[in-house]
């Protein structure tokens, strides 16, 4: 169980092909996992995950804990039987989500008291608590409970670290389940000797896989992709390693150039409830009038059940009149565009040209 | 086009098992069509739609006038290529919308003025306009415009009736396209000499199908009963005849008893947004904190995707947050439970057992 194999590696770049064992099934990566917070990715059920290739997906400690609660959830056969979606969870730790209610949260040695974002009710999270939620929801791969600091404040940042990892070792002598895999979370902001020294500290722990965290979260672009390049050379070859809360789909191609594996973001969903959807090169939002009596579908050669059946005219009218089917159809669309860019991306490794591929993909980007 | 065949009669009520040609396919009756106001039925998609065995829908000729708008939808190939669906629709006429915006609508002979309820903006529908619209929009099926007045006011529905006849005539003028049945809408509020009066106007048109409107708005059950009872010996067996705007099962149930085939009701839907499913014998609405951890499907032995997959407690989660796959699951579930039930009306009807269906259906709503 949670063996991870390397099938391909791309000749000009740290990208790789691999597959990662886990109890619900197999994940090839490089993967995208569609997140579903509640339990639910939003607009989609899991017979639509399932057609659009969906190969693992990610459901939030936070709000599983709050609503409909973890006990609740694993009194009913664990999340995966709970929602109805028998391929590989991923949970993260919770950490994350209770750090953004900045205003409503205490930081100590021992953990992290909050208030619920629902009613205001008072919590505490440690890394033992998160441990146990997470393995009352029963994913097959779980987080550590980290700190995620602000990036640029060094001092700061290395204290945090030292936090992060003393809840590390505290979530691993937590554990009892051995059908979950835990990965670490590197933190370290944007500075290399700290991401370094968090790297080294987690391989000596040989953890089935390591998370990048701490980024996407204000840094600038060429810092998150230095970060990147920073850690591709030290972390261990033969491990996952997954960029949190990463992307859009340049990001995503920037990620596999740099040796990341897996990703996971609410983009696609969330711009989808917006009304925008991914096209080559960029996005469109439907509710500019431009498409009032465009025929066109969202995208030309995309065979997903949305623009093999509906026109950008009808999308548009559907997000005016603030239709339900408007979600649903901008999310089958954009899910199927980043599944679909990792299809293109593992079939280009496996093929020897990937580098070329990510050169002309980012380069459709910086035009638009 | 528009032939009508009587497949089958229940012995001992009006009940018969029919099919209805259109150029967009054939429809077994009875039958109950899921209402897709705006083109599309709310939360759920045209390939839904075929798999729920839906083999009819509604879409509003008020709302698609306003919103997208008649001559955009014809630009865009009409309402079936615009929502992607290749099965038959019916548009109402718009009439009973406008006369539903009681403060904003002025009645005339000639037509009604009334007010968007999106913009305020002024329009003006006639029967030669409600016909361009549905024209325009391109059903199988399209209704005469024609005033729904308050049940009970003798004097005012007798008025009323000459302005529906007269408007009638006028539509069947404005009617220039031959792949539309044009149905009339028997109207007489609860008054039988007023419902037999139109009913013989209408017969005397000789048109494909013929509707009974005004009724649900106001009247008791034993009202709406007692008027379909009137009108049941006096249409034509040969023709399809269409109770507007019913509705529940056991209404549906009764309409059937009495020699109705067709039916349209927003219910299944809106109940669907509010957290109610359809039971046997009733309703259940998913807030209730009964159904907290209640890991049966919404109701036993239902074979819809919804019941294949996931609880009540899931169902209860997902109403609890909000979330869109709420909606998606309860419509499913109740449209379907509807359509199942016409189902089993025509099976019962061709086995020549539908009268004791109807009893033994009815005596388990009575009960709860």
């Not at 990892?165 to 691993?172: I, P």
């Not at 009038?289 to 997903?304: T, V």
Request: net charge negative.
């Amino acid at each position: 169980m949670f063996e991870f194999e390397i099938e391909a590696v791309d000749p000009e770049s740290g990208a790789r092909n691999g597959r990662f064992h886990t109890p619900h099934g197999l994940i090839p990566t490089p993967v995208f996992a569609p997140v579903g917070t509640a339990a639910t990715v939003k607009a989609l059920r899991p017979s639509d995950l399932h057609e659009l290739g969906a190969t693992l997906i990610l459901s939030n400690t936070y709000h599983l804990y709050l609503r409909p609660g973890d006990e609740l959830i694993r009194d009913l056969g664990g999340l995966h039987t709970f929602m109805g979606w028998d391929g590989p969870i991923l949970t993260d730790s919770g950490g994350f989500q209770v750090f953004s209610l900045s205003d409503s949260r205490k930081i100590d040695a021992q953990g992290v008291t909050f208030q619920s974002h629902l009613d205001g009710s008072y919590h505490r999270f440690t890394p033992e608590k998160s441990i146990a939620i997470q393995e009352n929801l029963g994913a097959d791969i779980i987080m550590a409970f980290d700190e995620c600091p602000p990036p640029h404040d060094y001092d700061y940042v290395k204290e945090s670290l030292a936090r992060t990892h003393s809840w590390l070792e505290r979530c691993l002598a937590a554990k009892t389940r051995t059908d979950q895999a835990l990965f670490s979370i590197v933190q370290g902001g944007i500075f290399a000797d700290l991401r370094e020294a968090s790297a080294r500290f987690m391989i000596d722990l040989d953890l089935p896989g390591y998370a990048i965290g701490g980024l996407a979260v204000g840094e600038t672009k060429a810092e998150m992709l230095a970060t990147l390049e920073i850690l591709e050379p030290v972390l261990p070859q033969d491990k996952p390693r997954y960029l949190m809360g990463v992307g859009s789909p340049e990001d995503v191609v920037s990620g596999v150039l740099r040796g990341v594996d897996m990703f996971d973001c609410v983009l696609p969903t969330r711009i989808a409830r917006n009304g925008s959807a991914f096209i080559a090169g960029g996005r469109i939002n439907l509710r500019n009038a431009q498409f009032k009596q465009d025929r066109n579908p969202l995208m030309a050669d995309c065979n997903c059940y949305t623009c093999r059946h509906f026109s950008r005219a009808y999308i548009r009218h559907l997000v005016t009149a603030k239709e339900i089917l408007a979600h649903i159809l901008l999310t089958i669309h954009n899910v199927h565009f980043l599944i679909d860019l990792m299809g293109q991306i593992r079939q280009t490794i496996s093929d020897g040209r990937f580098s070329q591929f990510a050169v002309q993909y980012l380069s459709n980007y910086a035009i638009t």
